[in-house]
């Protein structure tokens, strides 16, 4: 099929999940039948199997998807949304932070920053459910977690201070970022679930 | 679970930290009620100080990291990045930022220099820094030393955008001149500019620095926000551009949406209206020599 993915740019780290979801489709063998394209405005989303919300700093993010008019189309969209860390936090139901417009798409309590500041910041190999040929690298940068999920959600990984690694329905949310790692394994798993 | 290795620290997690910026507006502010204006605009981070570049200019005397105890207090108050300035090559200043718990500590110009020889070793740290750089010799040298994030100095405190587009325009200009050299020329080139040949290369390969690099110094408006964006800046520092200005709410969002939208100029149109006056604005060529900050170090 023809894939087209979107990236949610209004601020964060959008080349590299561009370059990350270009890198998982070539190893998917569609490269040439995909598009990879930022979404800034409504009309963006048009035709687009898969959104990305990448890492950048929540609050502005919100902010900026409630001045762009994107709340509402983000909420209806049909395809899959791919969440890292400050997307994570857009994704959920519930933020201890009521700056946050949650976009209500994945039920699940998420705690921003709770491993600390940037100091505590960390790399480190996970296992993730779901995702053969070993651990996975993950890179935590003032990265939330999950406290609670709901019945509907699949918790693919856990640390002690709570789920860093969601599925519900179409959609993935991790608190860390797979971008910067150079591993596709999860934006490979994702994309299969929305068809590739 | 038990985890086998955390590692802090590590390259990766501060340029990481650096790319989470981008698109980003960093304001700084020299107290809590400031950063919580900052925060509530929209900001990405705030950069704490103990008087904006404006005010260093005009008071005179010696520099300084900013007083701890205002850190914590802004620290406190918001729950975006908050960095921290410390004087060019002055690392116990740094280390007591990277003690607070600061961000990202900026190795900044605008303070006085506490080493006119070296630079902090910033790979000691495990926060990540960001330097200032007139052109692409001085950005390398600093992502050398450890920089995880570039920043084009401009000419702080001035509200005179002229000496942040020569400095991008150089930096982006000279990686564009990378692409016709071979590599023997590019290795003369880096010798020329006194920058690892590595890095050199790296940057004509990437066809940028290869961390994020921000425009700073002299932003005053949103139209000068954005034309810093069109040039090529990952994001923008505004200094003195925001609480000189007579509205400092209204011009902190307003430049949040030019930088937002800088590529189009209805909106800046827009977002420009009614902001009151923007902060006064200096004249470069009247600066002394002495008053001139981006030539402190190299």
């Known amino acids: 099929m023809d894939v087209k993915i979107g990236i949610l740019a209004l601020q964060g780290n959008v080349s590299e999940h561009i370059d990350a979801f270009v890198l998982a489709l070539d190893r998917l063998d569609c490269g040439s039948s995909s598009a990879v394209v930022t979404v800034r405005h409504p009309a963006d989303l048009e035709g687009c199997h898969a959104l990305a919300l990448p890492g950048g700093e929540s609050t502005t993010i919100s902010r900026l998807i409630d001045k762009n008019h994107l709340y509402e189309p983000i909420r209806n969209f049909s395809g899959g949304i791919f969440a890292t860390c400050a997307g994570m936090v857009l994704i959920a139901t519930h933020v201890d932070d009521a700056r946050i417009n949650t976009l209500n798409l994945i039920d699940m309590t998420v705690d921003r920053n709770a491993f600390g500041r940037q100091r505590e910041s960390f790399e480190t190999d996970i296992p993730i459910a779901g995702v053969d040929g ?24 856990r ?31 994702f994309l299969k679930k929305i068809g590739v | ?25 960093i304001m700084d502010v020299v107290n809590a009620e400031q950063a919580k204006i900052a925060e509530e605009a929209g900001a990405v981070a705030v950069m704490s100080l103990e008087r904006v570049p404006s005010d260093i200019r005009k008071m005179g005397g010696v520099a300084r990291m900013a007083d701890p105890q205002k850190v914590i207090e802004i620290i406190e108050a918001v729950s975006i990045p908050v960095m921290g300035k410390v004087r060019i090559g002055h690392f116990v200043e740094a280390q007591v930022l990277e003690t607070l718990g600061v961000d990202m500590i900026d190795e900044s110009e605008v303070l006085t220099p506490a080493d006119e020889q070296y630079h902090i070793d910033k790979k000691r740290f495990k926060v990540p820094f960001v330097c200032g750089a007139r052109d692409l010799g001085e950005a390398l040298r600093r992502i050398n030393e450890g920089a995880a994030m570039i920043r084009t100095k401009g000419e702080a405190g001035t509200g005179n955008v002229v000496e942040a587009v020569r400095h991008m325009r150089n930096i982006m200009g000279e990686i564009r001149m990378l692409k016709g050299m071979d590599k023997q020329e590019m290795i003369d080139y880096a010798r020329d500019i006194e920058a690892p040949a590595e890095l050199v290369i790296e940057c004509s390969e990437r066809g940028r620095l ?19 964006m069109q040039l090529g800046a990952d994001g923008v520092f505004v200094g003195s551009g925001i609480f000189k200005s007579t509205s400092p709410e209204l011009m902190a969002k307003a430049i949040v949406d030019a930088v937002n939208h800088f590529n ?35």
């Open chain 2, 210 to 228: 290869p961390v994020v690099n921000f425009s700073a110094g002299g932003i005053a408006t949103p139209s000068d926000a954005a034309m810093m």
């Open chain 1, 134 to 157: 070993g651990l996975f690298h993950a890179i935590f940068i003032r990265a939330p977690v999950a406290t609670h999920a709901g019945a509907g959600v699949t918790v693919l990984s």
């Open chain 2, 264 to 298: 189009e100029p209805e909106v800046i149109a827009r977002v420009s209206r009614g902001l009151g006056d923007a902060m006064p604005g200096l004249d470069i060529h009247t600066l002394r020599d002495d008053e001139v900050l981006q030539t402190r170090g190299r």
């Open chain 2, 1 to 25: 679970m038990k985890l086998e290795e955390l590692r802090f620290g590590t390259e990766l997690l501060k340029r990481g930290f650096a790319s989470m910026q981008k698109g980003g507006v």
């Open chain 1, 159 to 189: 640390l002690d201070q709570g789920i860093v690694a969601v599925e519900q329905g179409k959609h993935m949310a991790l608190s860390f970022h797979p971008e910067l790692g150079g591993d596709t394994r999860l934006h490979e798993r």
